[in-house]
């Protein structure tokens, strides 16, 4: 034992320790909220409580938790290859997954590189686009454009190419050569749209303005959400994916996808992609690909920019570029069960299938207190609240509050309510969600 004494250990249960991430800390230890169990579409709290889970915890459970054949598959990895080297070594299942990925992935996406978060797929994403510009003889193409209000994680590039203030203001310089996009949240014009809204697709040609100012000989890569989640659903509008492809394919800039929330069914398909109709020429994702039981995460890339690596003397590296826990066997083994679950159960289409009822009833909501405006597509929801004039976030987070209280699991963002339930839920839970939420919008002051 270290010097200090038994007496001055912390017990198991103090809370002191543990930094929480993305938690205001303090207020969250006066008043805990534990959970200590899931199953299903519920979680279970430490003073025995069940919550309906309306977020797939955080975006990632899509088949519902503690599923059986996802945690067998975790043990059995575990006993049978606990880890492999990632470089320069191999292990079946890696390539097993990486093959079903690219199987379920849009048309022109032949390659996975492995990570373990979104975090780390947008860094290996906006490193390769780089490094491929180069290596096609277009180094000057260094630039990154991102867009307001995208979330691409916490890593420095991430942040850099994101546009929420808070995750970027208190970080230093960031990355240099980098610019933003206008975003596509137009309440004046889309408030209340049911799916994709009308109006914004205009907004694409901001690009060329970029470009133009910047010359597309600087510029390496676009990176969106073909639904920005973090920053409170906003769903692209009409045309705006689509023109979005068009600008990057006429300036030799690649269009990454950053869909680590939108994989895996989110929208009612595979990926958003497919959903759109609008290929990119990378896509990142996470999350959804172990069902968010095990770290992963993952870019997939075009044929085009693997090969162009694939050049030189055989025996060296190609992309200096990797982690250790890179496809590592037990989140391969997970991924592989994750991605028999949703095929077996036809988790995909069920999310199609149950989102105009979704829709229907996250829009009765509006006639509720506060609501400024409700936004869908596939499974994923947000409605929007009027925030009290002077404390910004603090009528969402209340209602957040609440709802954990009257047993459902919701998540904010500045006064948004964002949902995204596990694509196993029924009508009847879908019923119980918005009704309780109906019930806590009421009880706000
Ligand atoms: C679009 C997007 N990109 C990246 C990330 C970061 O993923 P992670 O938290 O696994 O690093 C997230 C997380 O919510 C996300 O929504």
Redesign the pocket.
Known sequence: MSERSAASLSAPNDLRAFWMPFTANRQFKKAPRMLVAAEGMHYTTSDGRRILDGTAG??CCNAGHCRPAITKAIQDQAAELDYAPAFQMGHPKAFELANRLVDIAPEGMEHAFFCN??????ETALKIAIAYQRAIGQGSRTRLIGRERG?????FG?ISVGGIVNNRKVFGTLLTGVDHMPHTHLPGKNAFSVGQPEHGAEIADELERIVTLHDASTIAAVIV?PV???TGVLIPPKGYLKRLREICSKHGILLIF?????GFGRTGAAFAAEKYGVVPDMI?C??GITNGVI?M?AVLTTAAIHDAFMTGPENLIELFHGYTYSGTPIAAAAGIATLDTYREEGLFERAADLAPYWAEALHSLRDCPHVIDIRNEGLIGAVELEPIPGQPTARAFQAFLDAYEKGIMIRTTGDIIAMSPPLIIGKGQIDELVGTLRDVLTGLK
Do not use: C, F, M, R
Not at 151 to 155: A, F, L, Q, R, T
Not at 258 to 262: M, N, Q, S
């Open positions: 955080l975006w978060s979104g975090s780390e797929a947008v979330y691409h994680g916490v890593n991430g959400e920005a989640g973090s950053d869909e680590v929330i939108t990142t996470a999350k770290p995460g």
